[in-house]
């Protein structure tokens, strides 16, 4: 069986989400790149955060709000998602399909460079329980070092692409975004700060713990 052959049967389980819909069309009407986070993967941290008992929950990179819905589902009552997003419009068209899931009272967005937006979020003495990363790759490793920063005790860290549809594992390719990818999984599996692995499916997810 072949793995698109597993996934897809996977996906068929899951099955239609109207809200998950909604935003995979919204980015399609609006000619965005059509990157959101596998289903699968989308149910896995809807489940990693209520598992988590999670109340703050920070996203770099929001797309269309896919990934946005996902944590937010997994929030506890009162918890916040703070989603940092570079493009103002991507920002606009995730916070919209978030109220239109009911989710709008649930999530902040911060618009610029993360980079910046960490800096700032450290100054606020912000923390955080959760941790999802979605954005340009070649600063996965500069996000992880935030994430470990800012997080609580026991946070947990996700990292989506992490195989970069196999280019993370073909040793003719050495790119800056896939050095940098090589280099956060190395870190989220053996940084002796973190207890961690990677889970192989779709593009491949990263999950560690801040011991």
């Known amino acids: 069986m072949t ?14 989400d109207a809200d998950l819909a909604r935003v995979h069309a919204s980015i399609e009407a609006q000619g965005m790149p059509q990157i959101s986070i596998a289903s699968g993967y989308g149910k896995l941290l809807t489940m990693l955060v209520r598992m988590k008992g999670a109340r703050n929950v920070l ?3 929001a797309l269309g709000g896919y990934s ?5 589902r997994g929030l ?6 703070t989603s ?37 979020l ?4 912000r923390t955080f329980d959760f941790f999802f990363i979605d954005a340009d790759k070649e600063s996965y490793p500069v996000y992880l070092e935030w994430a470990i920063k800012l997080g609580n005790p026991g946070a947990v860290i996700t990292g989506d692409n992490a195989l970069l549809h196999g280019r993370t594992i073909d ?8 050095q940098a990818m090589r280099t956060f999984n190395e870190a989220m599996v053996g940084d002796e700060r973190l ?3 990677l889970l192989p499916a779709y593009d491949g997810l990263a999950i560690a713990m801040i011991k």
């Open 3 to 16: 793995t698109e052959a597993t996934e897809r049967y996977v996906d068929g389980l899951l099955g239609e």
């Open 68 to 72: 946005g819905i996902c944590l937010a």
């Open 76 to 81: 506890q009552d009162g918890g916040r998602l």
């Open 59 to 61: 996203e770099i990179g």
């Open 171 to 178: 040793p003719e390719k050495n790119g800056p975004s896939v």
């Open 122 to 125: 450290e100054k606020e003495g």
């Open 84 to 120: 940092l997003e570079l493009m103002q419009d991507y920002a606009d068209t995730a916070k919209s399909n978030l109220e239109a899931a009911g989710l709008g009272d649930r999530v902040e967005y911060v618009v610029g460079d993360a980079k910046e937006s960490l800096a700032a």
């Open 195 to 197: 207890t961690g692995t």
